[in-house]
C-alpha cells in the first residue's frame, strides 16, 4: 500500500502490535495521533523535533500520524 504524503507535523514512524511512534518534523510542541479502524488513540504532545509513542489496542494497524 502506497501511503500519501502526510500534511502538518505529524509523521508515523515505526509501530508494531500494540504501539505506534509518532514524529513531530516541525520546530514547535504538537499533540497528535495516529488513524485507525475504530476509535483512534488519545492525543499525545510531542515537542519540536521529537518523537512519541502512542499505544494501540489488538489489532490496530495505524494507516497515519495526525495533528489534533
Known sequence: ?????????AK???HGQWWA???NVCGHTISAS???DG???SCIQIGPG??????L???DEP???YEC
Open 57 to 59: 489496542d489488538q489489532g
Open 50 to 55: 521529537g518523537v512519541g509513542r502512542i499505544g
Open 34 to 36: 495516529v488513524e485507525v
Open 39 to 41: 476509535w483512534d488513540p
Open 1 to 9: 500500500m502506497i501511503q500519501a504524503p502526510e500534511p502538518g507535523c
Open 21 to 23: 511512534d509518532i514524529h
Open 12 to 14: 508515523l514512524g515505526a
Open 63 to 65: 494507516y497515519y500520524a
